[in-house]
Each structure stands twice: as structure tokens, then as C-alpha cells.
């Protein structure tokens, strides 16, 4: 760019007169045509400065400093030296030298020239600093003669992200009246892409070049994945020289990388031009096959998909299929699943119990129901001995206790019927997931209100039934619900509880099974809650949560980190809950119910934030899915929430809602829902002259919710803001009186 059309931006000028007045070198980075030379250049207009370039990969000129007449030495593509000589020079000169030393790199400062770089206090710059602004922009647009509105410059700034090259490309194809739009845009981007072909791809040796035209179509990826695609084993190597050359790559740390959105488009735009589409094809199953082997289903499905690879996305969804929906990714995988042909899942019988399962937890039972049925007459169809046979009566098996829109009804009879099969005809049932990875048993993956109004009887009754169909799976289980719905009731004293479930931890951690663990462990947390020691339970939430990670059990890590919300509400640290609620799942996009216990803390999070509008639209969405698939003891914490939010924004039906839910505990003798809501729900039993359930569960609940709301008095309240800040005369008085206090 000549110099009259250079346009003075003035967040670089500024940091470049602060450096040379503090006597400080500066270090200048941009990505190519952020215009770091021209900004160097025109700041240096009337000052007189020595200028020494390193593009050849080395300084063709390094004087000695006594013969610098200049005050200033710039030295510019300071990212292509490799040469040592050069290297020492220039760290000399910025380590002693009284001249202002401006030097300018594509990448972040290399790291022969790094300690110096600390020693010497080097003021940093970057593209921020270099970005045109809108005002810089209007300058640079009237230079060209080009007058458009406003809100064109304001697009046109941040398309281009005050990339100053990109703003001349556009400008180039507005001359002559043209609008501002989505085509001269690209227009400008394929000029931009010429340009950077002569600036740097042309530079690049062919193993570079092979390294990033193999990663550009991923948003981010790993050391190892780089190497599987290359074949390079020197792939650390290569990158590390990338970061050196220019702001390619962002590092994320643990050996994952992604490219920076400009390059990334350029280097997929080269590859459509250099490489084949069989090269393409065979990088993307190679991708593929990089993330099976990590386990990441989604991102394998998405790239055999995208290679052409049928049979592997058909093999794929078969074994996700062979999962529970708690490990298996049913609901993230949906859509492959959904563009199955028909004939392809008719013929296995994995995929028909699979859409039967993925329907179910969608909130379409019927369609689930069609899935079941179809199954059954494929099992019907086919003569005894037949292997497809066997494997459909153990996935109807599977079914008939798994299904969540079923509830528990007959669920134990099956459950007996199914462990004689299970000795008698020596078969092994799919993994089924009790907790459906919540910290509950009584309430995971399925409800079992109605046990717990047995719950010792049924314990004996259920013990060799449960322990032969779930084998492993049930390692633990008697105990843990057992200690579950004692503690619910209020008829087992924490001592009791918290033995039951440790030990209930030991049986299922040593079997290896860490859902279970997690049921144990939110429970514990529960006890310690009530105990008034939320302090005990943070911490034990926190280490399972290190526990699962280095586990690998992802599947889990969302709902301990809304259990860790749920406290962290408790402790009225909503600045905490609302980190959180911002990646919580969206309803509105998509429900799910395996999101449930995500979703009962969104509301509490939306009550807490004072969104009552929202709040009240998530519960009702949740009454309709616990009514439908009889989730006894969601709905009853549900209708609680409920309540709260009518009596707290002067709704009189509370008492009524109120009213059908403590009825409800009453049937079963559940004290600790309404107690666990504490000062949020005192309140409203407080307004009681004649509750609706008789005296004595009605003091039960009155007791547990006092007790709460005394350990924890800022749950769900208001944010308080000051209007005003406090003055200092003020403060200071309020210290005095507290220290004479004191």
C-alpha cells in the first residue's frame, strides 16, 4: 500500500510513541495484511531509522551499533530467520543497544528471543492494536472515494474484522458504485487468497504444506490425529515452526490445536484446488477412524459419513446401539439413526430395539411402541435356532424393563421371569443402566416410589432376581436404594444412611462400576446437606468429579457439574449457577429426557436469577413428561418448585398446587423433597391455618424445612444490588464502629 494511502491507525501509533518514550522495544504481530510494516513505516515517516529484513532467512545486513547513525533499528520478518549469527544480533542490539528497537514478526515472538524479551520488558502488539476501527474504516473507504452508510461500514468492519488488506480487496470491487454485499465480500476473500499464495503457501516446503491441508477441515485437532492423517512423525516439530511463522494456529494446550477462521478458510479453499477427491475421501475416513478409536461416536459418525462410508456408519450406530442411553450416544446421534433407510434397521434387530429406546427418551412413546412391535413380529418370523432369533427375545427383554415411558408397572414380575431365562438358557442381557447416570436410584432410570413403600420386603424379595439380571451392573444397588429411601422417609438415622451407602460405594466401585459410585456419592452429598455440611459435600462432589474424568466416564461429568450448581444455589452463590446455566442444555432446541436433573436445576436457576416467566415454562414441559412416563418423584419436586414460583410472584393457585403435592408425600412418607427447598418453602407452610395433610407429617415437614432454612438461609434469594456506591466516609465509619465493636 503507497504511503498516501496509508490510513494512520490510531491504537498502534499510540503504543509505538509510548514504547520510544519509555525506551522500550516493541514487538509488532499480525497475520499477513494487517498492514504491521506500513504502520511502522508511517510512524517513521520523518524520523530517521535503519530498516533490516530477515524474509531471506536471515539479516543480509546486521552493522555494528556504533555505525548506526539512526536513533532507530527496525527489523522486520523477524519470523523467517532461522540463521543463529542473525538471531544473536538481533538480541544483542534489544538487550543493549540505546537505539528504539521495533522489530516485526507474523507469529508470536520466537522463542530464541523470548527471555530477552521478558529482561527488556518489550511492549507487545498485536492484531488488536492493528485492526482498523468503523472511523478508520470511513477514512480509509473516502481515500478511495466510496460513500456508503453507515451500517455498510459497520458490516464491512466487522466481516472483515478491521483486517486492513481484506478492507482493500472490498473496496476494489465497490469502485464504480457497487454495493456492499455477500458476493463482493467473497470477492474480496478470493483476491485475499491469490495474495496469500505468493505470501507465504508458496514459501512452505511440501511437508508443511501436506500437514496443514491434511487438518483443515476440522475445527480442532490433536498432535496424534495430525500424525494418523500424515503418516509425519514429526508433527510436534512442524507445528511449533507454524506458531513461529505467523498467527496460524491457536494452541489450546494438551496437544490440541485449531486454526484461526481466515487461514482456516484459505487452506480449505487450497485444498479443493490441490488435492483430489479421493485424497480428500480416504483424509476423512482416516479422521473417522481417529475418533472411533477415542470413542467420540458423533465426530466418527459425522466423518465416515462424510467419506461415503455407509457400512461403517451402519456398524457404528449398531454398536452404539448395543449400549444403555447412559454410555451410549442415542439422543447426540439421533439424527444418523433418523436417516437410516427403513429396510436397514428392519433387519437388525440391535437398531429396531434402539429406535424403540431413542423414541422413548424423545417423548414419543408411541413411535417407540411401533419400534417394540416391529421387533416382536421379527422375533415371531423367524424359525427356532435362528441366531437373529435369540438376539431379538434378549433385546424385547431389554425392553420390556428398560423402556422409560413404561414406568415400573410389572417391572418386578418381569424381572423374576427374566432371571430364570437368564440361568436357564445361559444368556447374557444388554448393559442396563439403573441410575441412568444420576445421583439416585430411587429416581434414575426408572422411578421406584412404589418400592419404597416396601422397601425392606422388596429388598429380600428382589435381591437374587436384581443381582442375576444386572450381574455386575447391580453391584451395590440393595444398599444404596435402601439407605435412598430411608433417608427420603426420614426412617433411617444418618449414621445408618451413610454406612449403607459407603458401602453400597465399595461393592460398586470395586466392580468397577461408576454410575453406581455417583448415585452413592450425590447421595452422601444430599446427607451432608442436611447435616448442615455443605462444605463435606462440595468436596466429595469435586473429587468424583476428578474421579469420572480420569475414568473417562464423560457421560457422567454433566450431571455432577449440575449437583455442583444445585449447592453451589444453596450457598446463594448464583454467580457460580449462572456459569453454569449458560451451558446448560437448551429444552427450547431439543428435549430429552435423559437431561432431566439438568433441566430440575435450570429451574432453580431461572427462580434464583428471578425469571420466573422461563421457570414456569420448564416446569410445566416437565410436568407433562413425569405425568406421561409416571416419574412419581420428579413430578412431586416439580409441583414444590411450582408452588414457590406462583406464591412468589402472588399467584393464589399455590395453595392448590401445594396442596396435591403434599398429599402425594404424605402417601409415601417423603419428608426430605419439601425439606431439601428449606427457606424457599417456609414461607408457604408458614401461611397454613388447616394443611391438607394431618398434623403430624405436616410438623415433620415444618421441622425439615426450618432446619434447612436456618443452615441456609441465602437459597434462591434475590441478587442484591446497591443503587448507589457506597461513599468512602461511610465505609470508613462503618470499619471504625465494627472494630470498636470487635
Known sequence: ?????????????????????????????????????????????????????????????????????????????????????????????????????????????????RLV????????????????????????????????????????????????????????????????????LEAARRDLFHYYDHAFYEKWDSELCELLLSVCQYPTFTVEMAGILTGNDRIEHLLEYTMSLGTFMIYHGDGVYSYRQALQKYMKWKQALVCSKDQILENYEKAASYFESKGEIEQALKYYEKAGNKKKVSRLLIENAEQHPGTGHFFETKDYY???????????????????????????????????????????????????????????????????????????????????????????????????????????????????????????????????????????????????????????????????????????DTAGKIEMCFAAIGLLAKVHVYEGQIGVAKESVQNFKEKAINEQASQLVPNIEALETKIALLQGKNDIAREWFEKAPNENISFCVLYRYQYMQKIRCLMAFRRYEEAIHLIERLNLYFTQYDRTYLWMENQTLKAIVQYQTGNKEWKTTLNNVLRKMESYHFIRIAGMEGIALKPLLDDYQEPPVSEEFFALLKKEVGRMAKHYPNYLREEKKLKEPISDEIMSKYVKKTEEEE
Open 117 to 184: 524479551s521478558v529482561e527488556q520488558n518489550f511492549v507487545l502488539a498485536d492484531e488488536r492494536e492493528l485492526a482498523l476501527t468503523e472511523k478508520e474504516t470511513v477514512k480509509f473507504l473516502e481515500r478511495q472515494k466510496i460513500q456508503i452508510s453507515d451500517a455498510e461500514v459497520k458490516s464491512i468492519t466487522t466481516d472483515t474484522f478491521g483486517h486492513p488488506l481484506s478492507i482493500l480487496f472490498v473496496t476494489d470491487h465497490m469502485k464504480g458504485g457497487f454495493p456492499y454485499s455477500q458476493e463482493v
Open 1 to 113: 500500500m503507497a504511503e498516501k494511502d496509508y490510513i494512520k491507525v490510531g491504537a498502534i501509533y499510540k503504543k509505538l510513541k509510548a514504547a520510544e518514550e519509555n525506551h522500550q522495544p516493541i514487538y509488532i504481530s499480525g497475520a499477513v495484511g494487517f498492514g504491521k510494516t506500513a504502520a511502522v513505516s508511517y510512524y517513521f515517516r520523518r524520523k530517521p531509522h535503519l530498516y533490516l529484513s530477515g524474509e531471506k532467512g536471515y539479516l543480509e545486513n546486521r552493522p555494528e551499533e556504533a555505525a548506526i547513525k539512526q536513533s532507530a533499528v527496525v527489523i522486520d520478518d523477524i519470523s523467517w530467520i532461522m540463521d543463529r549469527e542473525s538471531q544473536e544480533y538481533i538480541v544483542e542490539l534489544a538487550k543493549s543497544s540505546e537505539k528504539f528497537v521495533v522489530i516485526i514478526g507474523r507469529g508470536r515472538i520466537p522463542s530464541w528471543l
Open 338 to 508: 433418523l436417516r437410516l433407510p427403513k429396510e436397514t434397521i428392519l433387519a437388525s434387530p440391535v437398531l429396531m430395539s434402539g429406535m424403540s429406546m431413542l423414541y422413548s427418551i424423545t417423548l414419543q412413546p408411541e413411535e417407540s411402541e411401533d419400534w417394540y412391535d416391529a421387533l416382536v413380529r421379527f422375533e415371531k418370523s423367524l424359525p427356532q435356532g435362528n441366531p437373529y432369533k435369540r438376539e431379538a427375545k434378549i433385546r424385547i427383554a431389554y425392553l420390556d424393563i428398560a423402556l422409560p415411558h413404561r414406568g415400573i408397572h410389572g417391572v418386578m414380575g418381569i424381572l423374576k421371569n427374566l432371571s430364570i431365562l437368564v440361568m436357564n438358557k445361559n444368556i447374557r442381557l444388554p448393559e442396563f443402566s439403573v441410575t441412568s447416570n444420576l445421583p439416585s436410584i430411587m429416581n434414575g432410570g426408572l422411578d421406584f416410589c412404589e418400592w419404597s413403600r416396601n422397601d425392606k420386603e422388596l429388598s429380600v424379595l428382589m435381591k437374587k432376581p436384581i443381582e442375576v439380571v444386572l450381574g455386575k451392573y447391580g453391584a451395590g444397588l440393595i444398599n444404596i436404594a435402601l439407605a435412598e429411601s430411608g433417608f427420603e422417609k426420614g426412617t433411617m438415622d444418618t449414621y445408618e444412611a451413610v454406612t449403607r451407602l459407603n458401602t453400597g460405594y465399595m461393592k460398586a
